[in-house]
C-alpha cells in the first residue's frame, strides 16, 4: 500500500455546484505540500484568483472550460502537467500511487467533473470526491468524500485529462 493520504488530509467538498475544480486542485496542493516544497492553495483563494477565467455561476463560482484549466495547471502556485488520454490508457500506462487530478463525464455531477485519485490497488483507485452529499448543503457546499472506485468508472467519454506533478519536481522533491 501506497502513502495514506486519507489519513493525512481531510476531504475538500466543493464550496459551490461548480467548483469541483477548486476542491481538486486545493486537496492536490495540499497533497504535494507533504512531500515535495510546494503550499497549499485553498479553494477559496482559488476561486477568488481564476474568478476571471470560469463560468460564474450564480452563486459566484463556477466551472472551467479546457483552456482555463491549462491556465490554472500552469499558474505558479499550481504547477501541474496536463494532459489528455484515453480512459483506456488509465488500465494500461498509469499507475496512480501519487495523487494526480482527473477530470471526466460524470453524469451524476451534470457533467464534466473532477476528482483527484491516488493509491491505486489493482484496477481501482482512492478517489478525493469533492461532489458528496449528491444533495448540497442549504448555502449550495458539499462536504466532499473519500472513495475507492474502478478505473472503469472514468470511461464515460472519449479522453479524460490527467493532471500530476511535473516530473522535474518530482525527482528531487523539492521544486519551488
Given at each position: 500500500?501506497?502513502?495514506?493520504?486519507?489519513?493525512?488530509?481531510?476531504?475538500?467538498?466543493?464550496?459551490?455546484?461548480?467548483?469541483?475544480?477548486a476542491?481538486?486542485?486545493?486537496?492536490?496542493?495540499?497533497a504535494?505540500?507533504?512531500?515535495?516544497?510546494?503550499?497549499?492553495?485553498?479553494q477559496?483563494?482559488?476561486?477568488?484568483?481564476?474568478?476571471?477565467?470560469?463560468?460564474?455561476?450564480?452563486?459566484?463560482?463556477?466551472?472551467?472550460?479546457?483552456?482555463?484549466?491549462?491556465?490554472?495547471a500552469?499558474?505558479?502556485?499550481?504547477?501541474?502537467?496536463?494532459?489528455?488520454?484515453?480512459?483506456?490508457?488509465?488500465?494500461?500506462?498509469?499507475?496512480?500511487?501519487?495523487?494526480?487530478?482527473?477530470?471526466?463525464?460524470?453524469?451524476?455531477?451534470?457533467?464534466?467533473?473532477?476528482?483527484?485519485?491516488?493509491?491505486?490497488?489493482?484496477?481501482?483507485?482512492?478517489?478525493?470526491?469533492?461532489?458528496?452529499?449528491l444533495?448540497?448543503?442549504?448555502?449550495?457546499?458539499?462536504?466532499?468524500?473519500?472513495?475507492?472506485?474502478p478505473?472503469?468508472?472514468?470511461?464515460?467519454?472519449?479522453?479524460?485529462?490527467?493532471?500530476c506533478?511535473?516530473?522535474?519536481?518530482?525527482?528531487?522533491?523539492?521544486?519551488?
Amino acid at each position: 500500500m501506497s502513502y495514506d493520504y486519507t489519513k493525512k488530509l481531510k476531504v475538500e467538498g466543493q464550496q459551490h455546484s461548480n467548483a469541483c475544480w477548486a476542491a481538486s486542485i486545493s486537496w492536490w496542493t495540499a497533497a504535494m505540500s507533504l512531500h515535495y516544497k510546494r503550499t497549499t492553495y485553498t479553494q477559496t483563494d482559488l476561486l477568488a484568483d481564476f474568478s476571471s477565467i470560469s463560468f460564474l455561476g450564480t452563486a459566484g463560482a463556477g466551472g472551467v472550460p479546457e483552456e482555463s484549466l491549462k491556465k490554472i495547471a500552469a499558474s505558479a502556485k499550481v504547477r501541474m502537467d496536463i494532459q489528455a488520454v484515453s480512459p483506456t490508457k488509465l488500465k494500461t500506462d498509469y499507475n496512480f500511487g501519487t495523487p494526480c487530478v482527473i477530470v471526466f463525464k460524470y453524469p451524476a455531477a451534470g457533467g464534466t467533473h473532477m476528482n483527484v485519485i491516488f493509491d491505486q490497488q489493482d484496477q481501482t483507485v482512492m478517489c478525493m470526491e469533492p461532489f458528496y452529499p449528491l444533495v448540497a448543503l442549504p448555502d449550495g457546499s458539499r462536504k466532499g468524500t473519500y472513495v475507492r472506485r474502478p478505473l472503469s468508472f472514468f470511461g464515460n467519454s472519449d479522453k479524460v485529462m490527467i493532471g500530476c506533478l511535473p516530473l522535474k519536481d518530482s525527482t528531487n522533491g523539492t521544486a519551488e
